[in-house]
């Protein structure tokens, strides 16, 4: 079976000041883990993948990943927060040992961010 | 290049009747999968197809069903409405089955049930 659980249901920043959204994940079998943004009626976008290659993961609009096995962490960081990174945030893992890339979702981390 | 496409984007229905909706993967992909995402909620498994079989199912009753066509296009069945089914419905594609496999969402369908 795999979970993932989400730390902070909402997280505030200041435009230009780093951003930190927590990840913990559980999984029977090595994990894919990825991170997909969802914008106010937008679809799901993937920012990043880790796939058991580089533990630290760089994607789009400037987040990166660490993958921590020893923590089984996957936490999201930005260096500089930007006004339209404002967005919520859904950490997933997929068992790839399991053969199925069925996805289970965290309940989300909204990214609330001022001026 | 289209992505995940779904249809309609919105639709209301009252308890009791029946719904289907519709899911056309991005060029190149076999495997559909759906997800329910309520209201304030992360998306939830339904169900994945590959070669026109379910091959997973999530936690869902058996209200839920769908079918996977020869083109790789996807339904979306849903019997009996409930209000608690009042979600947005996401169809993801993948190429191929397994885990390490990026899934490509589509816009969702908003379903209300009255």
């Known amino acids: 079976a795999q979970s993932v659980t989400q730390l902070d249901s909402h997280v505030s920043v200041s435009e230009g000041t780093p951003v930190l959204l927590r990840c913990n994940y559980s999984s029977s079998y090595s994990p894919s883990l990825f991170w997909y943004v969802q914008h106010p009626n937008k679809g799901l976008q993937l920012l990043l993948k880790?796939?058991?290659?580089?533990?630290l993961v760089k994607g789009i609009n400037g987040f990166e990943a660490e993958f921590k096995k020893s923590e089984t962490s996957f936490h999201l960081t930005k260096p500089s927060a930007h006004m339209s990174d404002a967005a919520e945030y859904f950490c997933v893992v997929s068992d790839r040992g399991s053969g199925y890339s069925t996805l289970t979702f965290g309940k989300g981390t909204m990214l609330l961010v001022s001026p | 290049d289209a992505g995940v496409t779904q249809s309609p984007t919105h639709l209301i229905k009252t308890r009791g009747q029946q719904v289907t909706l519709r899911c056309s993967p991005k060029?190149?992909?076999?495997?559909v999968s759906w997800y329910q995402q309520a209201l304030g909620q992360g998306p939830q498994f339904i169900f994945q197809y590959y070669e026109e079989e379910e091959r997973q199912r999530g936690n869902f009753p058996d209200r839920f069903s769908g079918h996977q066509f020869p083109n790789y296009s996807s339904e979306l069945n849903v019997n009996a409405l409930l209000l608690g089914d009042s979600a947005l419905y996401l169809c993801a594609s993948s190429a191929g089955l397994a885990g390490f496999r990026e899934q490509f969402f589509g816009p969702g369908t908003r379903l209300t049930v009255l």
């Open positions: 060029s190149g992909h076999d495997t």
């Open positions: 880790y796939t058991s290659a580089a533990t």
